[in-house]
């Protein structure tokens, strides 16, 4: 278990578990928190204490990868169908640190692999660099490889350096408090260590809601310092047993609200969009419990080449998935999260080389996210329906689009100002095709249009989190109502198309087909054209 202490009250709780017997696996002071393992009968105990917050499962985390058949190499044309060019930025001067299960230390990061921790093994110390599954090499492959092993495998961000904390074993499998001490560690030390960036390829079902999780509060946290957290969807998509769709998939981290949770699509490996689809195994939203709408953004994470060590357990149990000695192929949504991470990493560098950073500030998570957003590109399925938004937010990642808008925007501008210091097109041009832009953010359970990204509002400060209420500049007020310029209103909840609810099965995930009838969902959302099955 995670026991959360009301303010003041850990030592007390610690006392009365030592008392009873309870070895103290680990601390997490940064949310008052102890992991311990107690026994059944202690449970009502605990939680009759005056001292004790909240009681949680100290789930075991897994990454989100499975091993892919070889495809064609398809780095030089991801970063092509992504909109970048030779000349685009490359992460330099911009940290990500990779929570997973370590990372080997290969040429292709020479010169940018600024420490390795060992929360498995040792402790959360100072280690020597390696990864036993090879999950979290690939991971860093696809952010920073410099291409050194194979150019054609270049990461999205082959100049960021990279800062690596190992919290999953050599099976890929890890625990919830390792995981939070990974992120409280990274939060503490952000200017030490230049972190920017935390990418969580990695998470577990949902079982409590965001207020109290204390894996999402940890999340929480680091947004409220300044990192941006980008996190996996999750891969639950479609019933393993019968391939039947499903809603509410979504894992936890990835249903924080504050941070950038990542789907996946499949890019056919080709330049153009028109082939992209998002991939059946893509957890789509809402999240448990909460009902937020997510993911954010889709990524490509489809039959992607990155780096791999011939020791590690991924490569040695699959060999035909091997495409040379240093390579392997992976599919996932946790591979959809580290391309963001590195499109971020590319955002980043192009915002502050425009901006004169340290001397003006880089942007926000909030910011990033909503620029992400903003530029992402909507997807359609093969009938040229566009999907909905619980399966690909805002869409496909762009990050052509996310470096042009990004680079007009002054950070320096007091907040409520206009802060596009230059003008920008809404559309970016990919295999010879102008490809408007989505244009919107989804807020809460809100889905905003408009010029949102082009002012520095209130929200894109640090210490909101993503979706809470809020006033926004002068015009719109978040929260039970919205009030949208002079002459719309909207109320608290927002209808979401054609979306379908059936019986629960395996691990709080909804499947069914579509029919008809309307439902309401929690207390927030509608849902149009559903049925519970």
């Given at each position: ?369 909503a620029i992400l957003q903003y530029t992402a590109l909507p997807l ?71 010029t949102s990204v082009c002012t520095n509002e209130p929200a894109w ?63 927030n959302i509608v849902w149009g054209a559903v049925v519970l099955q």
């Open positions: 278990m995670i026991i959360r202490a009301k303010d003041g009250q850990l030592g007390i709780v610690r006392t009365w578990l030592k008392a009873h017997g309870d070895a103290i696996d680990g601390e997490q002071t940064a949310i008052n928190a102890l992991s311990t393992k107690v026994s059944v009968d202690q449970l009502n105990q605990l939680a009759a204490l005056v001292e004790t917050d909240t009681l949680s499962f100290n789930a075991p985390v897994t990454g989100f990868a499975a091993p892919s058949s070889p495809s064609s190499p398809a780095a030089t044309v991801l970063r092509t169908t992504l909109g970048l060019t030779p000349t685009s930025a490359t992460g330099k001067g911009v940290g990500v640190a990779i929570i997973d299960t370590g990372v080997a230390p290969l040429i292709d990061f020479q010169g940018r692999f600024t420490a390795f921790y060992d929360f498995v093994n040792a402790g959360g110390a100072f280690a020597s660099a390696y990864d036993d599954n090879g999950h979290g090499t690939h991971i860093a492959g696809l952010i920073a490889s410099n291409g050194s092993l194979g150019s054609a495998y270049t990461g999205i961000a082959p100049n960021a350096h990279i800062i690596v904390m190992k919290v999953l074993d050599w099976q890929g499998q890890g625990k919830t408090s390792d995981v939070i001490n990974a992120i409280t560690f990274a939060t503490a030390n952000k200017a030490l260590l230049g972190i920017d960036i935390i990418n969580l390829s990695l998470g577990h079902p949902i079982y409590e809601s965001v207020a109290t999780d204390p894996l999402v509060q940890a999340v929480e946290a680091a947004s409220r310092a300044g990192i941006i957290v980008v996190a996996a969807a999750g891969n639950v998509g479609v019933n393993p047993n019968t391939g039947q769709a499903g809603f509410a998939g979504i894992t936890c981290p990835g249903n924080a609200p504050s941070a950038i949770t990542v789907g996946a699509f499949d890019t056919a490996n080709t330049v153009g969009r028109g082939d992209d689809r998002v991939t059946p195994y893509s957890s789509a939203g809402p999240t448990w419990y909460d009902a937020l709408p997510k993911p954010d953004v889709v990524a490509p994470g489809h039959h992607l080449t990155s780096d791999a060590t011939n020791k590690e357990y991924l490569y040695k149990t699959y060999p035909q998935f091997r495409v040379d000695s240093n390579h392997i192929t992976l599919s996932g949504t946790s591979m959809a999260a580290a391309v963001a991470s590195g499109a971020l990493a590319v955002i980043l560098e192009a915002n502050r080389a425009a901006n004169g950073y340290p001397l003006h500030p880089s942007l926000t998570p909030n910011a990033a996210k359609s399925d093969d009938t040229g329906a566009q999907y909905d938004w619980l399966h690909q937010g805002a869409g496909g990642l762009n990050i052509g689009g996310a470096i042009d808008l990004a680079k007009a925007i002054d950070t320096s501008v007091a907040a409520g100002s206009w802060w596009l210091a230059s003008g920008v097109n809404t559309y970016t041009t990919i295999g010879g095709q102008d490809l408007n832009w989505s244009q919107n953010i989804v807020w809460g359970t809100n889905i905003v249009w408009g400060a640090q210490n909101i989190v993503w979706g809470s209420n809020i006033v926004w500049g002068s015009n719109i007020v978040w929260g039970s109502n919205i009030v949208w310029g002079s002459n719309v209103s909207w109320s608290s909840n927002i209808v979401w198309g054609t979306a379908l609810v059936g019986t629960t099965d395996g691990e709080n995930i909804v499947w069914g087909s579509l029919s008809s009838s309307n439902i309401v969902w929690g207390t």
